[in-house]
Nanobody, 119 residues
Framework: VQLQASGGGLVQAGGSLRLSCAAS????MGWFRQAPGKERELVAG???????IYADSVKGRFTISRDNTKNTVYLQMNSLKFEDTAVYYC??????????????????WGQGTLVTVSS
């Protein structure tokens, strides 16, 4: 399984970015992030049929979605805050239709894309 994440960059606080992750199949997917000195944490997850989960810190600001015709998962990030700064990773969970909050539950990882929010 190959995952290709894209869309990171530098944005001012209050701005928006959209991340994309192209997969070579249809899986339960998650977006994780890791800030310097912190553990990797789930931001949002989506099942193969579109149900979603979110971290409390991003609810109401981030939206995860998927286009199964393109095997692509998106993370729309609005009202970005300085504390959203991190490397964002997409991940695929093989053999399951639903996402998990634990990074150890995911089998495949993209290369990471850096999101920097300036205050």
């Amino acid at each position: 399984v190959q995952l290709q994440a894209s869309g990171g960059g530098l944005v001012q606080a209050g701005g928006s970015l959209r991340l994309s992750c192209a997969a070579s199949g249809r899986y339960a997917m998650g977006w994780f992030r890791q800030a310097p000195g912190k553990e990797r944490e789930l931001v949002a997850g989506i099942s193969s049929d579109g149900s979603t989960i979110y971290a409390d810190s991003v609810k109401g600001r981030f939206t995860i979605s998927r286009d199964n015709t393109k095997n692509t998962v998106y993370l729309q990030m609005n009202s970005l805050k300085f504390e959203d700064t991190a490397v964002y990773y997409c991940a695929a969970r093989s053999g399951y239709r639903i996402p998990s909050t634990g990074s150890a539950e995911y089998d495949y990882w993209g290369q990471g894309t850096l999101v920097t929010v300036s205050s």
